[in-house]
């Protein structure tokens, strides 16, 4: 891929290419890093994009954040389901982070899928229940709370948005 500062993903065999991130979303990218792996169990990694996560020979993304196995980490890729994955929505990635990602992530077992939208600003939880997505937690603005899945973890939307740190 030309090193031109787009992410490239490829879906079903078919390149996919979206733009730099914009600082916000990098805002929130950090943040959900930090809280993430201050609570992390040590057979667990969290790692912020650029990680491909390959989910078939004709499918690899490259979501935001992406917690997985330590032993499922190659060295140039997440080999196998990962336990976590977060996108944060973007006018430009916003309809394949809602429809595509989430039903490819769904049907490869993925049994967490977090959604993270700096507009309202909103985190939506989802987990798999009998192979399909639900919405386990949804919280929006000032309100802290403790997510559980993967493991226990304190966030606020409105603090992963904040333009300094609390």
Same mark, same amino acid.
């Given at each position: 891929?030309?090193?031109? +500062?787009?992410?490239? !993903?490829?879906?079903? +065999? ?9 600082? =916000? ?69 916003? =309809? ?12 490869? +077992? ?32 000032? !309100? ?10 304190? =966030? ?11």
């Amino acid at each position: 891929m030309p090193d031109d +500062g787009h992410r490239y !993903e490829l879906v079903d +065999g078919t390149l996919v290419m979206s733009p730099s991130p914009r600082p =916000l979303h990098q805002r929130i990218v950090a943040r959900l890093l930090i809280a993430l792996t201050m609570n992390c169990p040590e057979h667990l990694e969290v790692l912020p994009a650029p990680v491909d996560v390959v989910l078939s020979d004709n499918t690899v993304f490259i979501p935001d954040v992406v917690i997985g196995r330590r032993e499922d980490f190659t060295p140039t890729h997440l080999a196998g389901v990962p336990e976590l994955v977060v996108e944060v929505l973007s006018p430009s990635t916003r =309809l394949v982070d809602l429809k595509l990602k989430r039903a490819k992530y769904q049907e490869a +077992g993925c049994p967490n899928y977090w959604l993270v939208d700096p507009a309202l600003p909103e985190l939506r939880c989802l987990a798999l229940r009998d192979g399909v997505y639900s919405q386990i937690l949804s919280v929006v603005g000032d !309100e802290i709370v403790e997510v559980c899945e993967p493991f226990p973890t304190l =966030l606020s939307p409105a603090q992963l948005v904040a333009p300094h740190g609390r």
